[in-house]
Each structure stands twice: as C-alpha cells, then as structure tokens.
C-alpha cells in the first residue's frame, strides 16, 4: 500500500473516533488500525501547484489552536463562519518535524495546507537564539533538517504553501536582522538558501509565501530590502490587525502599497483579526466590504485563537454572537475560491 493510501485509510479510521481529536493524535496509534488487506483503493491525484494558484475568488482561511487535527473545531468555526475554510494554517518550529498527515487532513477538508514555519525552539527560548542565526542558516548548517523536511514535503506529493520566518521586518522574533546577531541581507540570503535546497531534492510543490508584518509598529524598516525576489516567492503577504483603527484600509492599504513599489505578486494576509472593543463589529463589516473591493488580493486567514490560546489579545470572530453575525453576512458578499481539486489527467 502506498504513502497516500496508508494515509486514506487512516483518516477513514480517524474519522470513525471523533474523540482522537486535538495536535496530541498519536497517528502510529491511528495506523496501527490501518493494516492493509486486499487490494489498495485508488489514489487521488493531487493538483499541481499551478493549478492551485490559478484558482478565482477570494481564499477563507483560518489558523486555529487545534488545526489541521480536529475536525470538531473545524466544523464548529465553519458554522459561526457560514462558510469552510479552503486554507489552513498552522505553525512549526524548527525543533519539530512535519507530519504528513496534517498535509492529508487539510485535503480532506478541501483546504490547502500553509505551514508557518518558525526557525527557532519557540518564545521561551527568548528574542535572541544564535543557534539560528539567519548566517547559519544561509551557510548549511541547519542543511540535515531543512533537506529532510523538503524531503517529507516532496513525498507526500500535494501542494504545501510555506510561511518561512514570517514578520521578519519586524524585533520581536529572533530572525529578525536585529537580533541573534543578525545582519542586513542576512534575511535574504537565509531565503534563498531555505529555497534553493527545496528546489535540490525536487520539493517543487511549495508556494512560497513571503509575510512582513505590516509597517505600523516598524514603519523604518525598509520592506524591499528584505524581500528574496520574484524568482523566490509565489504569494507576497502580511500580517495585520486591527487595534485601534476603525477601517481595514488603514490597516492594510500602506502596506499594501509598499509591497506594489517592488512587485506585483498577488498577496495573502496570512493573519489578521480584531481587537475587542466597541468597534470590532464594524471593522469585521468594514473588513469585507474593503476585501470585495481588492483586486490583487488572492484571500485572508483569520487568526482565532484567544489570550488563553495564545494571541496577544481575543482576536476571534466567534468569540461574541455579534461578530459572529458580522462575519457570517460579510463572507455572504465575497466571492470565495472553490476548495482545491485534483485534476482529471
């Protein structure tokens, strides 16, 4: 039985046990249940990357405490959202490997699979971590994990976007050019490098997605500089929330401008939501009504995660029946993307 079968068949067992839900699965337990027997069911045939970057329509995404794994949180969000996600994030550092599993269970939730991926053991270890050194990554000697997770990426054959060292014109991540003793252009090269050894071992089916924070909180630090190339990257991005602004355009649109000065790739927010407060049912209004408006815009994914899960605050939509109501008739006026398909070839 093959890798991608195995994994059918063990998401057919999953399903069955609604209780294993949570990122804890022990998938060996899952595929203990799974032997093979008989003949094995035919494979699906993934997209190509291409294909699931010529997709139309707005892209609803979501990052979630327990995403890609339960499917009780899934349903539960896609409900209060009216609509289910065709992207879905989650996060690993680089003192963890990929599962393919969570790869298979964003397909079968007909969503596409973005791994932020953090070089770094996580913010216990602190601001500064030498140990990745953006130089040090540039220079090969973080090569054996990075190959090996190319390796994982390629094997499992469906397209995977990679959020690699997001918000890295901003200091409070230790791949930031000020910190780790970090230098200007080191981000770069550190891309490229990350990049180039995919493309070695033939990890063709990455979208890479390249995700400064927007400018408010660094409004000096030059974007472009830290920018690989067109050559590099697939989807620019941005992460941005509303804190004190009343509209999504501040929020977004000088960024957004930013970006256009030095390319005019086709853009992902890769975070987002709002702060609570008295205005956060009108920025959510106002948030969709700008979205319809964006014509470089390929989609969003909505933060919701709260303090306690956390975020720096309550970002969530379905945290109060009045956001809820806002999102729910805001996705009722965009023009959201198909889920990914595989293609008849």
């Known amino acids: 039985m093959s890798a991608n079968a195995v994994i059918l068949v063990a998401l057919t067992i999953w399903v069955l046990r609604p209780e294993s839900t949570g990122s804890d699965i022990a998938f060996e337990d899952v595929m203990a249940q799974a032997a093979p027997s008989g003949e094995a069911p ?58 393919p599993e969570a ?4 397909y079968e939730a007909g969503a596409l699979p973005v791994i932020s991926w953090e070089p770094w053991e996580g913010p216990k270890a602190g601001e500064n971590q030498p140990k990745y050194a953006l130089s040090k990554i540039a220079s090969g000697k973080h090569d054996a994990y990075i190959t090996q997770f190319a390796e994982t990426v390629r094997d499992q054959g469906y397209p995977v976007g990679l959020r690699f060292a997001h918000e890295m014109n901003g200091h409070w991540y230790p791949w930031s050019e000020r910190r780790s003793g970090n230098e200007k252009g080191d981000y770069v090269k550190a ?79 890769t975070e987002t939501g709002a702060q609570p407060s008295s205005r956060k049912t009108r920025w959510i209004t106002d948030f969709f ?11 969003f994914i909505w933060f919701e995660f709260s303090v306690e899960q956390g975020g720096t605050a309550d970002w969530r939509f379905s ?24 293609s008849e070839r």
């Open 42 to 99: 035919a494979e699906p045939t993934p997209p190509t990357k291409e294909e699931i970057l010529a997709i139309d329509g707005v892209r609803f995404g979501l990052s979630a405490p327990q995403v890609p794994y339960s499917r009780t949180e899934l349903a539960t969000l896609s409900k209060a959202a009216g609509a289910a996600p065709t992207v879905l994030q989650f996060f690993l550092k680089w003192n963890q490997n990929l599962r």
């Open 103 to 106: 790869i298979a269970l964003a």
């Open 191 to 269: 891309w490229r490098h990350v990049h180039d050894t995919f493309q070695k071992v033939g990890a063709t089916n990455v979208i890479w997605i390249w995700s400064p924070n927007i400018l408010r909180p660094v409004p000096n630090v030059s974007l472009k500089a830290l920018y690989p190339g067109d050559k590099y990257v697939d989807w620019a991005a941005m992460v941005g929330y509303a804190v004190q602004e009343s509209t999504a355009a501040a929020v977004f649109e000088p960024t957004i401008r930013a970006i256009a000065r030095f390319t005019d790739k086709p853009i992902l927010i």
């Open 289 to 299: 009504s700008w979205l319809r408006e964006q014509e470089n815009l390929v989609g």
């Open 319 to 342: 945290a109060d029946t009045r956001y809820a109501k806002a999102f729910r008739q805001g996705m009722s006026t965009v023009p959201l993307a198909p889920p990914p398909q595989a």
